[in-house]
T-cell receptor, first 115, second 115 residues
Framework: GAVVSQHPSWVICKSGTSVKIECRSLDFQATTMFWYRQFPKQSLMLMATSNEGSKATYEQGVEKDKFLINHASLTLSTLTVTSAHPEDSSFYIC???????????FGPGTRLTVT | AQSVTQPDIHITVSEGASLELRCNYSYGATPYLFWYVQSPGQGLQLLLKYFSGDTLVQGIKGFEAEFKRSQSSFNLRKPSVHWSDAAEYFCAVGPGNFGNEKLTFGTGTRLTIIP
């Protein structure tokens, strides 16, 4: 089956630093990847949609300069949280979609804690 | 705009009892509907999906869901729950076409199983 991995699974960083989260499709080519944010005991909120080789499309209210998304290859997308602040602490989940498929495959998530 | 409502924030069920989790959606055309399960600190696992055809959909782990267009509902059911079913359940809706469709998630229902 389609597998999506995320790295790291858990990261702690200091306020003001940047952190990069990787999302990889392991056994298929992901033409589209999605990044979600989930606050404790809440639903997933879509942050942005990225297509391989093009700029990401951000949802309203998401700061594109703060959450940098790069989808450089058909198997890798990265989310960089720049100048992180404690309010950026959250669970970040990516999903990937094979262009031929109609469903998204989700990664296991990355828990970010900013101190 | 598409939306999903999960009216029940938290449900407690005895092990072995039947389960029904409610989901109502709003979408202008025929939607794609999904149920996902999330264990604590984990990503999302797809339980089942509905695109077209038979309105009663069978999924993994003994779950099923019924699409009722007249009621705009897609309720998830299981005849006999197991302690391992304790988790957060999310209903999601997406547009019924291939492309970079965005999924909209409900707020989730937390399922607690009591012995």
């Amino acid at each position: 089956g389609a597998v999506v991995s995320q790295h790291p699974s858990w990261v702690i960083c200091k306020s003001g630093t940047s952190v990069k989260i990787e999302c990889r499709s392991l056994d298929f080519q992901a033409t589209t990847m999605f990044w979600y944010r989930q606050f404790p005991k809440q639903s997933l909120m879509l942050m942005a949609t990225s297509n391989e080789g093009s700029k990401a499309t951000y949802e309203q209210g998401v700061e594109k300069d703060k959450f940098l998304i790069n989808h450089a290859s058909l198997t890798l997308s990265t989310l960089t949280v720049t100048s992180a602040h404690p309010e950026d602490s959250s669970f970040y989940i990516c999903s990937a979609r094979d262009g031929r498929a109609s469903e998204q495959y989700f990664g296991p998530g990355t828990r970010l804690t900013v101190t | 705009a598409q939306s999903v409502t999960q009216p029940d924030i938290h449900i407690t069920v005895s092990e072995g009892a039947s389960l029904e989790l409610r989901c109502n959606y709003s979408y202008g055309a025929t939607p794609y509907l999904f149920w996902y399960v999330q264990s604590p600190g984990q990503g999302l696992q797809l339980l089942l999906k509905y695109f077209s055809g038979d309105t009663l959909v069978q999924g993994i782990k003994g779950f099923e869901a019924e699409f009722k267009r007249s009621q705009s509902s897609f309720n998830l059911r299981k005849p006999s729950v197991h302690w391992s079913d304790a988790a957060e359940y999310f209903c999601a809706v997406g547009p019924g076409n291939f492309g970079n469709e965005k999924l909209t998630f409900g707020t989730g229902t937390r399922l607690t199983i009591i012995p």
